[in-house]
């Protein structure tokens, strides 16, 4: 008799996992911090780390101050979310730490008083230019333009 390959069960997964909570986008990281850094700060500070990579500038190879942490657990995710997202590192240049579930937005700050709508912009005025913008008057935690999804504009 012929033998038969026998299939058990679907090919091994390949490229980027699914998302299950444990990965965690970090934002407003210190300019020189690399891959190594960042997952020294999430072990100290934190927990267990399975990977951890600061995005880096393909033509200039330095770190762009942003990065991927994926934790070991999905509670030690959580406590990194409460506990560093706002945090201000030393060395950091002042700027408080953006942490958040990889794929979710970033959430505006609540209205405590500080926000202000500002309408009849110009069509090419994106959030950068609006926080440069609003950033002459004082310091902008948050800046977003509204762009209507059907149109893009």
Same mark, same amino acid.
């Given at each position: *008799? ?12 390949? /490229? ?19 891959? #190594? ?8 500070? !934190? ?13 200039? +190879?330095?770190?762009?101050?942003? +990065?991927?942490? #994926? ?9 990194? !979310? ?8 030393? /060395? ?10 990889? +794929? ?14 500002? *309408? ?26 509204? !762009?209507?999804? #059907?149109?893009?504009?």
């Amino acid at each position: *008799g012929a033998a038969r390959a026998v299939s058990s069960g679907p090919p091994p997964h390949r /490229g980027p996992r699914p998302n299950d909570g444990r990965q965690l986008f970090f934002g407003a990281l210190p300019q020189e911090m690399g891959s #190594e850094d960042l997952r020294a700060l999430c072990e100290e500070r !934190i927990g267990g780390v399975a990977y951890a990579a600061v995005f880096t500038d393909r033509e200039t +190879g330095r770190p762009k101050g942003a +990065g991927k942490v #994926e934790f070991e657990t999905l509670e030690l995710a959580e406590r990194a !979310i409460s506990e560093l997202d706002g945090h201000t590192l030393e /060395g950091g240049g002042g700027r408080p730490l953006a942490v958040r579930r990889m +794929g979710e937005e970033r959430t505006p700050p609540k209205a405590d008083g500080r926000t202000v709508f500002v *309408g009849g912009l110009s069509w090419d005025v994106g959030s950068e230019d609006l926080k440069t913008f609003a950033g002459e008057v004082g310091e902008v935690s948050y800046a977003s333009v509204f !762009i209507d999804k #059907e149109t893009g504009k």
